[in-house]
């Protein structure tokens, strides 16, 4: 069985930095892409940054030069590092991993249980 485990969440205040951690464990055969997603109250979920395997990264709207996505393959761990946070950036962050488990031809998304972050003004 897949899991992934976020940490890192927390209270920060504005102008604050906060790095969101996940490890993805179990039978797996390989990872594609690793990610973070977030959800705010009565909000939509969104993509805020994703990672290839290949190390190509991608940034949601107006979030690349406050946040930084990286991976650490040997580990299958990926991080968020967030920096000038602001309160608009409360929210649940969650974790994605586009893998294919041991003993599967086909890939799949899995989540994270999702780690709160906030923000205060």
């Known amino acids: 069985q897949v899991q992934l485990v976020e940490s890192g969440g927390g209270l920060v205040r504005a102008g604050g930095s906060l790095r969101l951690s996940c490890t993805a464990s179990?039978?797996?055969?390989?990872?594609?892409?690793m990610g973070w997603y977030r959800q705010a109250p009565s909000k939509q979920r969104e993509l805020v940054a994703r990672?290839?395997?290949?190390?190509?990264?991608y940034y949601g709207d107006s979030l690349k030069g406050r946040f930084t996505i990286a991976r650490d393959s040997a580990k299958n761990t990926v991080y968020l590092q967030m920096d000038s946070l602001k309160p608009e950036d409360t929210a649940v962050y969650y974790c994605?991993?586009?893998?294919?488990?041991?003993?599967?031809?086909w890939g799949d998304g899995y989540w994270g249980q999702g780690t709160q972050v906030t923000v205060s003004s």
């Open positions: 179990g039978r797996i055969l390989s990872i594609n892409t």
């Open positions: 994605h991993a586009q893998l294919i488990p041991s003993g599967s031809i």
């Open positions: 990672i290839s395997s290949t190390g190509s990264t």
